[in-house]
């Protein structure tokens, strides 16, 4: 199962309050004002702050 299309239209950063969308492993979601990936656990979005991961470069 994966993140539904309308769920991920009204979810948010929360950091930014950004736009975020599903990363290409489909494991996380990214924000790329902030640099974040959400990581996506049992399909549940995890939208903490201090959970998320810096973009590696």
Request: hydrophobic share 35%.
């Amino acid at each position: 199962m994966s993140i539904s299309k309308d769920l991920l239209e009204i979810l948010a950063c929360p950091k930014c309050k950004g736009e975020i969308q599903l990363n290409d492993k489909k494991e996380g979601l990214t924000c790329g004002t902030c640099q974040l990936t959400y990581p996506i656990r049992d399909d549940i979005p995890i939208m903490l702050i201090d959970e998320a991961i810096p973009f590696q470069t």
